[in-house]
């Protein structure tokens, strides 16, 4: 039986436009005591975690390429920011976060529970 997921949302900005992004498009925002790399997209926001997980190199000092993935910095490993997946082939998964606007603001959803939390 397949559960849907359940969030916990951290509103990040008022609007849109107080996040600050650089020339790159992204920018890196700390959320509960987490640092999140948030992408601005041609339609929308996105985020995902600030390092890499292939060899920690920072997020937001990457960049969004052609299809509006991102891209490590570091050995341009390229991921989606739809699911996290390596798009490079190497196998490795970036987390990545929901985003919603909103009238009152700007949220980003971290996941609650878990596998254990429904077997309760």
Same mark, same amino acid.
């Given at each position: ?13 008022q ?6 992004? %650089?020339?790159?498009?992204?920018? $890196?925002?700390? @959320? ?5 790399? /948030?992408?601005?997209?041609? +339609? ?17 000092? %990457?960049?969004?390429?052609?299809? $509006?993935?991102? @891209? ?5 490993? /390229?991921?989606?920011?739809? +699911? ?10 970036l ?26």
């Amino acid at each position: 039986m397949k559960h849907a997921k359940k969030y916990k949302w951290h509103k990040i900005a008022q609007v849109t436009s107080e996040l600050t992004f %650089g020339t790159n498009n992204l920018t $890196e925002i700390e @959320v509960a005591g987490k640092k999140i790399c /948030v992408a601005k997209t041609s +339609n929308s926001l996105a985020a995902c975690s600030s390092t890499c997980p292939h060899a920690g190199g920072i997020m937001c000092e %990457g960049f969004l390429d052609s299809n $509006e993935n991102i @891209v490590c910095p570091i050995h341009r490993y /390229v991921f989606s920011l739809t +699911n996290g997946r390596d798009i490079s082939g190497e196998g490795y998964f970036l987390k990545t976060y929901p985003v919603r606007i909103e009238e009152d603001g700007v949220f980003i959803g971290f996941e609650e529970g878990g596998l254990l939390s429904w077997l309760k």
